[in-house]
């Protein structure tokens, strides 16, 4: 079965909160069932950001959507500071 995929990427500077959010990506992704989302998560995948400074930080934000009527099954966000 398909999911959709979505990854948001929210830049934070110390002192003027978010300075922008963007679509990190957007895709279908084949699992065998919704579960393994939600129980088989990882940040593995994520390498840093090296041109990020000590003021800043990324919000990383992964949701998985059920492609056949666009509901959310799972959604997991993390500070880059903190993977």
């Known amino acids: 079965m398909k999911v959709r995929e979505v990854i ?4 934070w500077v110390d002192g003027s909160g978010y ?3 963007e679509i990190y990506s957007d ?3 084949d ?11 990882s940040w ?8 990020v400074r000590g003021n800043e930080d990324l ?9 056949s009527d666009d509901t959310m099954i799972a959604k997991f966000e ?3 500071s903190e993977i």
């Open 27 to 29: 895709k279908l992704v």
């Open 19 to 21: 300075n922008y959010e």
């Open 59 to 67: 919000r990383i934000i992964v949701e998985y959507y059920r492609v």
């Open 78 to 80: 993390a500070w880059q």
């Open 44 to 51: 593995d995948w994520w390498e840093k950001d090296s041109s």
């Open 8 to 11: 948001k990427i929210k830049e």
């Open 31 to 41: 699992v065998d069932v919704e579960e393994e989302v939600q129980e088989n998560f």
